[in-house]
């Protein structure tokens, strides 16, 4: 839940001690630890290219990222169904990410359902994204797809989607994606099946 550059200053200051500590011990640790921050609120979405340039990463929580964008709570069935992880503006946020967090210098990944979800990760290698974090069960499934598209596909399937103005739109036209390109992949994933019956 970073949101702004001080909170990154201090962890860091922290984090120094913490190995000034172990080597006043004669602790063995990493020296060359790599340090980097979620970006779960939008105030770190659109601080990005600054907190960028503290860290090595940054890594885009969307459960709590698009909560907050979209003003939705995930947890009451009332509004629940308004909570879409391919609403146009979150594509719109996570370009923005991606794009000013490597301005800044970082590394840029995502964990949360959107990155184990098949349907989006033609979308998100498009968008530029470096790494993906998932369940372990959803793996060869995105392997797979990260391995057989090209990024010029990849970011011409990101360009399109960027054009579209409803959720709808979104997930329509990358689940006709999917079945062009992929149609080994069992659409009979949970994922694949709610853009199917949505």
């Known amino acids: 839940m970073i949101s702004n550059i001080k909170e990154i200053r201090l962890a860091c200051q922290l984090l120094a001690q913490a190995k000034d500590d172990l080597k ?8 060359s630890l790599r340090v980097g921050i979620m970006v779960e609120v939008p105030a770190a ?5 600054d907190l ?4 090595d990463f940054l890594s885009i929580g969307t ?13 009451n069935d009332i509004v629940a169904g308004l909570y879409q992880e391919f609403h146009p503006a979150v594509i719109r946020f996570l370009r923005r ?3 000013r967090g490597k301005a800044g210098g970082a590394d840029v990944g995502m964990c949360g359902e959107m990155a184990g979800d098949p349907l989006a990760t033609i979308l998100l ?16 499934e995105v392997k797979q797809i990260v391995r057989s598209i090209h990024h010029s596909e990849a970011r011409h399937v990101a360009d399109k989607v960027l054009t579209m103005e409803t959720e709808d739109e979104v997930r329509n036209y990358l689940t006709e994606v999917m079945q062009q390109k992929f149609p080994d992949i069992s659409l009979s ?9 949505s």
């Open 63 to 75: 459960n709590d990222l698009i909560q907050y964008l979209l003003a939705v709570d995930r947890g």
């Open 189 to 197: 994933s949970t994922h694949i099946r709610r853009a199917l019956l």
């Open 45 to 49: 979405a659109v601080l990005a290219e």
């Open 24 to 31: 006043r011990r004669g602790m063995p640790f990493d020296e």
């Open 125 to 140: 290698v498009g968008l530029g994204l470096d790494s993906f974090s998932m369940v372990s069960d959803i793996i060869p």
């Open 52 to 55: 960028a340039r503290e860290v």
């Open 97 to 99: 990410i991606i794009e």
